[in-house]
Structures are given as C-alpha cells and as structure tokens.
C-alpha cells in the first residue's frame, strides 16, 4: 500500500513538473491577444479567454483519452511527445504570430486557435503519466487551470533561473512517450516478436532520444538562429 502510494505521488509530482514546462506559454497567449481591448474590457477577454482555453483542454483530454484505446495511437502519441520534448529544449513558442485583436470576440477566437494548438503537448504529456488514472488526469488539468490563467510570468522566471529544468522536464517527456510507444498493441506484439524487451528500455530509448536529438540540433544550428 505504501509502495502504490509512493508511486501514485512521483506521478503527481511528474505531471506538476510537466504542467509548469508547458502551461506557462498558454497564459502568455492570452496576454498577447488582449492587450490591444479597450481597459474596460481587458479582464472579461482574459476571463473569456482563459475560460475556453481550459474547456478545449477539457474536451481534447477526453477525446484523446478515448483514442489512445485504438490500435497505433499510442504509438503515434509517443512519436509526438518525442517532437515535443525536443523542441521544449531546442526553441520556445512563437508568440509574435498572436496577433491582438481590438474586440473581446476576436480575442477569443484568436486564443481559442492558438490554445488549441499549444494544449496538445500538454495534454498528451498528462495522458502518458497518468496511464488512465482519471485522478491523475483531474489533478492534472485542475493544475493548469491556475497556470494557464495566472503563471506565464512566474514560470518563465523559474526557467530563466534554473535552465537545467527545461532538460530534464524533456528527458522525463522522452521516457513517458517510449513508455506510450512500448504500451502500445501493435508495437508491444513486435517488440515481442523480437525478443520481448521490457518497456523500461523502450523509456530509456526514448529519453537518451529527445536528449540526444537537441544537443545535436543546439549544437549544429548556426548562431544567429539561437
């Protein structure tokens, strides 16, 4: 019971650290997309805002939480966790392509497009800790509520100070999505097929992968693109 416990926290503790790597970007967007509203307005388009990025959130997980019963999408998660990790270390977000709108619809629309988009990583990632613990999964999105509202700031001064965060939060994406790779059906049958590795190697692969990837990519791209 104890055992069951303890791992049950580590996976709190995993998707806390997850949920601070990427929910940060989110409230930035809804920064940006209000912030040409009228005074009078800005809190309803970031109340507005905030809202529908945490009910997409709410309606992706449920869907992907449905989707990864079939055969092959877990498999193709992991691959876009791998993406995800890597790039976590290789470059931030874009938010120079969120343009500000002057009307609370337009900002809404603009964050509901842009969220949607960034929500995915997140998702994904809390999906693969959480191994369909919907309690897990609730701690998880009741997490990013605050964060996506409230944290951009505070996160990206967490960051800017402690960069070695931003390597491991992608090295434990690495191993959650080899572990979402190896849980698989289909890709399970041919890991047995040749010789039957225990999953913890495939989260080993995946982890040596995304740290392995980005120093190559940190390391060969060119100066003024950095």
Not at 138 to 143: A, D, E, P, T
Request: net charge neutral; charged share 15%.
């Amino acid at each position: 019971m104890m055992e069951s416990f303890g791992y049950f926290a580590f996976q709190m503790l995993q998707i806390a650290w997850l949920d601070l790597l990427l929910s940060g970007d989110n409230a930035v967007v809804i920064a940006l997309a209000c912030r040409e509203l009228p005074d009078d307005k800005k809190r309803l388009g970031v109340a507005l805002g905030a809202g529908a990025a945490i009910a997409l959130r709410v309606i992706f997980t449920v869907a992907i939480d449905q989707m990864l019963a079939v055969p092959l999408v877990k498999f193709v998660g992991g691959v876009l966790l791998l993406g995800i990790a890597v790039k976590l270390v290789v470059s931030g977000e874009n938010h120079g392509t969120v343009k500000a709108r002057p009307s609370v619809a337009g900002a809404v629309l603009t964050i509901m497009i842009a969220d949607g988009v960034m929500s995915l990583d997140n998702v994904l990632a809390i999906l693969g800790v959480a191994h369909g613990d919907m309690r897990l999964v609730v701690f998880g999105l009741l997490l990013s509520i605050p964060l996506v509202v409230f944290g951009a700031g505070a996160v990206m001064r967490i960051i800017e100070r402690f960069p070695l965060l931003v390597w491991a939060g992608a090295a434990l994406l690495g191993w959650v999505a080899g572990e979402m790779m190896a849980a698989d059906p289909i890709f399970a049958a041919w890991l047995d097929r040749h010789g039957d590795p225990p999953d913890i190697v495939a989260s080993i692969v995946g982890l040596v992968f995304v740290l392995a990837a980005a120093a190559a990519i940190k390391a060969f791209k060119p100066a003024r693109e950095r």
